[in-house]
């Protein structure tokens, strides 16, 4: 059994692609670090790898096997949900607004109750890292809004034309599920053939995402973040949403 590497700031990750998980009693656990070091999180995105871990923890960088995904052309708008759409885009006090405050979303994300899993993922360097990668532009948020309030959003990382799905919330039901049927829209307007959703769940496979080899997603990867960039093409706004009416 080989031993899960332990990252020091200058170090580079072991390559999921081309190396097999260095610990077969703990699947998709990568390497692990004390802390996300400047840099860091790029290179682990461009790789397929994301940190997932919590308070008090150090740092664990996962690549997981199957890898959960959403091709935007086979999001499930429901009859229920496209009514909820219709809706919202005929109140003219609703709107999505992208990239308007991202510090904002992703707070809301990270002390959002969750039914199917623990919040407290999101740490406070978690929300420090994923910021500074919104200030370079590889991530973006979109939140929904009613009447000046904000109702629900999600926040996600982009490189090339890789979309990664990262948190969503909600403070009226189906919120979210309007920030991702405006993301998956918008996706399907610029060609982004895949949303990575890293893990598994009910709520996504609810939602159209099915899980494929890890191969698969990594091979799919690298071609997407050689492809054009969309890194300056996140402007959009509820009109998107005409897509699933």
């Known amino acids: 059994m080989s031993q899960i590497t332990w990252l020091g700031p200058h170090d580079s990750f072991p390559n999921p692609r081309f190396e097999a998980d260095p610990d077969a009693s703990v699947p998709g656990l990568i390497a692990v670090s004390e802390r996300i070091?400047?840099?860091?999180?790029?290179k682990a995105y461009q790789l397929g790898i994301f940190p997932w871990y919590s308070d008090n923890q150090p740092v664990l960088w996962w690549s997981p096997d199957p890898r959960m995904v959403l091709k935007p052309a086979e999001f499930k708008c429901s009859d229920s949900l496209q009514k909820i759409i219709r809706h919202f885009c005929h109140d003219a006090q609703s709107q999505i607004l992208v990239d308007a405050d991202f510090g904002a979303v992703i707070r809301s994300c990270a002390t959002?109750?969750?039914?199917?899993?623990d919040g407290t993922w999101i740490t406070h360097e978690i929300m420090d890292a994923y910021t500074a990668l919104h200030e370079q532009g590889n991530a973006h948020s979109i939140a929904v809004t009613e009447a000046g309030q904000m109702i629900g959003g999600l926040y996600c990382v982009s490189f090339g034309s890789m979309v990664f799905g990262e948190s969503m919330f909600s403070r009226k039901s189906n919120a979210s599920k309007i920030a991702l049927a405006a993301l998956t829209a918008w996706c399907l307007k610029i060609g982004v053939d895949m949303i990575d959703c890293q893990q598994e769940t009910s709520h996504l496979h609810s939602l159209g995402a099915t899980p494929i080899p890890r191969q698969a997603f990594l091979e799919q990867l690298q071609i997407s973040i050689n492809q054009s960039n969309i890194k300056h093409s996140w402007t959009f706004d509820k009109t998107i949403l005409h897509h699933w009416l």
């Open 37 to 42: 070091y400047p840099g860091q999180l790029s």
């Open 112 to 117: 959002s109750a969750r039914k199917d899993q």
